[in-house]
């Protein structure tokens, strides 16, 4: 049982071996070059979502004191605006309606 075990071993680190022994220079340079590019990529969207008026404010929902982080584009605000300002003015027409 000991040996078998023992054999189970050596198998298992001689494919690890031989997998990390197969790994060539130009693969990790490669690897490397992808996450440069990776990064600029990254740099550039951030730019141009401060640009497209992307920004992020900590937000606490009514009935809690825990702020969840709340991230939005400048037209999803207006959006969002627009919206509750249309639901305002419709609880008002709903109100004159029932006065009269």
């Avoid at 494919?15 to 590019?37: P, R």
């Avoid at 990776?38 to 992020?56: H, I």
């Avoid at 937000?59 to 959006?79: E, F, L, M, N, W």
């Amino acid at each position: 049982m000991l040996i078998k075990l023992i054999k189970a071993n050596l198998i298992v680190a001689l494919i690890v071996l031989t997998g990390c022994a197969s790994t060539s220079e130009s693969d990790s340079q490669h690897a490397n070059t992808s996450t440069e590019t990776t990064e600029n990529s990254d740099a550039e969207n951030q730019k141009s979502a401060r640009y497209a008026g992307y920004r992020c404010e900590k937000v606490a929902k009514t009935g809690s004191r825990i702020k969840t982080k709340q991230c939005s584009t400048q037209a999803q605000r207006d959006a969002a605006e627009l919206a509750a300002k249309e639901l305002l003015d419709q609880g008002r027409r709903s109100s004159r309606l029932i006065e009269n």
